[in-house]
């Protein structure tokens, strides 16, 4: 019997770090633009994912799913027409007395809030019109076009709100959640080293004026700063020639169980909902290039993140080539091992100094455009016009490693 507990705890362990997020919300009042920002780095045991765009509720969405997810069922993060967005990180530490059979809801519930909510108080009344148990243990990150953005966490009978926008409740215009819930059960859950970790990279990046959208997608989603160790990865194996270094990434921000990330960021006031700005790494973070896309520009996203069906993305499956390299141990924890030094070498060729390369000029020209476009709205075929650089971009980053 002692052996079967130790072997079902150990199961549930490894699930729940299968499944865990790193998450953070940030006020407009904080960031260079005004705009805020909310991004979910993903983990999960399902590695491919793919965008999708959805016509199916009150409001036009863009989604990222898991590629075996034929109809969308599920979305796991995205924006809708209105300028309201979504994502999430599951919470380990509520409804631990609760023997309902009815949970594991929140891609479904999130797929229902894009159809559906315009603004945060939408989404509150989406809460609380949710019959009980509502099948939900998560902080859901939402942002809205009136420059709202939150988190809250649920459970099964109710949520407690978090804004951004309160100095008492976020003293530097941000917040983070893992996979524990503050008004939860204390001491319980995951992700404490990850939260640590954040919230080092944060508070380092506001003091510094540079919380934007390109460090938290290419600083954060790809840290490989360990903070208990107090040791950033990153910044020690730039200085080592290219070989076999093995590093134990399991309590990194971005690890072998990571499998995407998504970041939006909203509008002001004065600007077109259907502009703010969804950012994605479809594939593993450390390896899949950072692509914006847009509502405004139909239903014809980018082809390398899309696919039709049950089939995966072009840019997941690159990203995925390319991650076997930083894992190449397959046997026994052998996942849990990283060649830090596929990734970052002085020799400059690691896989995220070559990304980074090709993200100077997407940030560049994404930049440029939205300059343009919050002046004068674009038409389809311009929005178009870059997502046709942008899989060229992708085809010619990739084509380097074959």
Not at 89 to 106: I, M, P, R, Y
Not at 126 to 142: E, N
Not at 149 to 155: G, I, T
Not at 333 to 360: C, F, H, M, W
Request: charged share 20%; net charge neutral; with cysteine.
């Amino acid at each position: 019997m002692k052996h079967l507990i130790t072997t079902l705890m150990a199961v549930l362990i490894a699930y729940s770090a299968s499944t865990a997020c790193t998450t953070a919300i940030v006020s407009g009042k904080y960031t260079a633009n005004g705009r805020p920002i909310i991004w979910k780095l993903r983990d999960t045991e399902t590695f491919e994912n793919k965008l999708r765009y959805f016509s199916d509720g009150k409001y036009d969405y863009i989604g990222l799913i898991n590629s075996n997810d034929a109809i969308g069922e599920q979305v796991w993060g995205g924006s809708n027409a209105a300028g309201f967005a979504i994502m999430n990180s599951a919470s380990f530490n509520v409804n631990l007395d609760d023997t309902t059979s009815f949970k594991d809801q929140e891609g479904y519930f999130m797929k229902e809030a894009l159809q559906k909510c315009a603004t945060l108080k939408d989404f509150e009344t989406l809460i609380r019109k949710r019959p009980s148990p509502k099948g939900l243990a998560a902080h859901f990150g939402v942002l809205d076009a009136q420059g709202g953005v939150a988190f809250y966490e649920v459970n099964n009978y109710g949520f407690t709100k978090f804004d951004a926008n309160d100095p008492a409740q976020a003293p530097n215009g941000y917040l983070i959640r893992t996979n524990y819930s503050f008004t939860g059960k204390k001491d319980v859950g995951y992700g404490f080293i990850r939260y640590q970790t954040a919230q080092d990279l944060f508070y380092q990046a506001e003091a510094m004026g540079q919380l934007n959208a390109q460090t938290i997608l290419q600083q954060f989603s790809r840290c490989l700063k360990h903070s208990v160790l107090d040791t950033d990865y990153r910044k020690t194996y730039s200085t080592i020639p290219k070989g076999q270094h093995f590093i134990n990434s399991g309590d990194l921000i971005t690890r072998h169980g990571s499998s995407s990330a998504i970041l939006i960021e909203g509008v002001t006031k004065d600007e077109s909902p259907d502009l703010s700005t969804i950012w994605s790494m479809v594939g593993f973070p450390n390896t899949c290039l950072s692509i914006p896309v847009w509502l405004k520009g139909g239903n014809n996203l980018p082809s390398t993140l899309v696919a039709d069906g049950a089939e995966n993305c072009q840019l997941n499956v690159l990203s995925l080539q390319l991650k076997k390299r930083c894992y190449p141990i397959e046997r026994s924890s052998g996942y849990k091992y990283l060649n830090v030094s596929e990734l970052i070498n002085s020799d400059g060729n690691g896989i995220i100094q070559q990304l980074e390369g090709t993200e100077a000029s997407i940030f560049s020209v994404t930049e440029q455009m939205l300059s343009k476009w919050h002046k004068s709205s674009p038409a389809s075929k311009d929005i178009q016009e870059i997502y046709t650089l942008m899989d060229n971009l992708v085809l010619k980053t990739y084509h380097f490693y074959k």
